[in-house]
């Protein structure tokens, strides 16, 4: 409250954000990594980049912004694991279609013999939700399948009726996130286990995961669903826990693993986040993504 004097047990400041929670936890499941977003040029900017850098991902796409600091998410963390974001992010550092091409272009035939091997994947999340319809576009032109993570939910919820989720290949909300962008369509207010299939149904996306914290989640894929229950987990902080999951869980599937073995392998790697503090340091390190605990054959 406003003229309160709080105190803290204590206070870490890291590198962050979804996307770079994300990013990381893909690298260290192997797989070849370029960042595209903006920070600005300041300490906390070169920070993120170096970050990055340090985990193998390419930041040569990344633009950095003139004269603005780099945005910042204070995360409050209790004693339980729930937690409370402030954070903004200014137009001017949204990722938008145009960088998204023009990072595209250095990886497509126009680029040499030279290139990189060009991408295979885009993921999203929701930070600068204006201008997901032209990223969407601009990634399905260049023959990308699409990973949104609907989140953090914007104030206005109208912009995600706009958007072309038919142009989604992969679709990780968790309750909440799922109920608005189904707004008013059927099955919004319906039974959490129906989530995953009136998306898939109502708003045309492939496969859809909806997460459901401590109850597991809902996998709708190939026209079928699954509830998975969660594993026991100690809670200690849940910040980056949607983060690890959302990569893990979609990296298995994009590269045909199966559906049942994907989500335990998810799951794996949020409850190692969950079990100690912080977000980008409590993410899971290689050895542990590559350390699955044994797992029965899927069904």
């Not at 953090?152 to 989604?168: K, N, T």
Request: with cysteine; aromatic share 4%.
């Amino acid at each position: 409250m406003w003229g309160d004097d709080l105190r803290a047990d204590a206070i870490r400041t890291a590198p962050g954000g979804k996307a770079l929670n994300q990013a990381v936890t893909l690298a260290r499941l192997g797989a070849r990594v370029t960042a595209l977003g903006c920070v600005g040029a300041d300490a906390v900017g070169a920070a993120i980049r170096g970050a990055l850098a340090a985990e193998g991902i390419d930041t040569a796409a990344m633009a950095v912004v003139p004269g603005l600091p780099t945005p910042v998410c204070v995360v409050y963390s209790r004693a339980d694991g729930e937690n409370a974001f402030v954070w903004q992010v200014p137009d001017a550092f949204a990722v938008t279609a145009d960088l998204v091409t023009a990072a595209l272009a250095e990886t497509g035939p126009a680029a040499g013999a030279g290139a990189a091997r060009p991408p295979e994947a885009l993921f999203v999340t929701l930070d600068a939700p204006e201008h997901i319809g032209g990223v969407l576009s601009a990634a399905g032109e260049h023959g990308l399948r699409v990973v949104v993570n609907p989140a953090p939910l914007p104030a206005d919820l109208s912009v995600v009726g706009g958007i072309a989720w038919e142009q989604v290949d992969i679709l990780v909300p968790n309750e909440a996130e799922a109920r608005a962008l189904l707004a008013s369509r059927r099955g919004a207010h319906g039974p959490a286990a129906h989530l995953a299939d009136a998306i898939a149904d109502e708003l045309g996306v492939e496969t859809v995961c909806v997460t459901l914290a401590e109850r597991g989640c809902v996998l709708r894929i190939d026209g079928s669903s699954t509830a998975v229950p969660a594993p026991p987990a100690e809670v200690v902080d849940t910040t980056a826990a949607s983060d690890a999951f959302t990569a893990v869980l979609c990296a298995q599937l994009l590269t045909g693993a199966g559906a049942q073995a994907a989500v335990r392998r998810a799951q794996h790697a949020a409850a190692l986040t969950i079990s100690r503090p912080g977000a980008y340091e409590a993410l899971p390190t290689q050895a542990e993504l590559r350390g699955w605990p044994d797992e029965e054959s899927d069904r």
